[in-house]
């Protein structure tokens, strides 16, 4: 009942900036967190960043400073701002949110299908 459709990802070259989005849409009610994960290859995901519906942001201590979490609430959509990508950023990046569909309703976790950021040389 509810998809988080994520978009921006790619093949970038280390020191350049890149722009992920997220956009949720279906049966919501309210969204609480919006995050975004990251998966590289023969690693676990991990968090990388978060973000409260009150704009109360959290980061890996991988990326603060490189990386930006924000969030636009009337149109249910996360973004991720990368700069100064580095080879170690390479993964599946996901978007995770918690998400209410209906006021009745218990809270629920929703996840995007992911999109391959790769930064290579």
């Known amino acids: 009942q509810v998809q988080l459709v994520e978009s921006g990802g790619g093949l970038v070259q280390p020191g350049r900036s890149l722009r992920l989005s997220c956009a949720a849409s279906?049966?919501?009610?309210?969204?609480?967190?919006m995050g975004w994960y990251r998966q590289a290859p023969g690693k676990q995901r991990e968090l990388v960043a978060r973000?409260?519906?009150?704009?109360?942001?959290n980061y890996a201590d991988s990326v603060k400073g490189q990386f930006t979490i924000s969030r636009d609430n009337a149109k249910n959509t996360v973004y991720l701002q990368m700069n100064n990508l580095k080879p170690e950023d390479t993964a599946v990046y996901y978007c995770y949110a918690d998400v209410r569909s209906t006021m009745r309703a218990a809270e629920r976790g929703y996840w995007g299908q992911g999109t391959q950021v790769t930064v290579s040389s």
């Open positions: 279906g049966i919501i009610f309210s969204i609480n967190a």
């Open positions: 973000i409260t519906s009150g704009g109360i942001t």
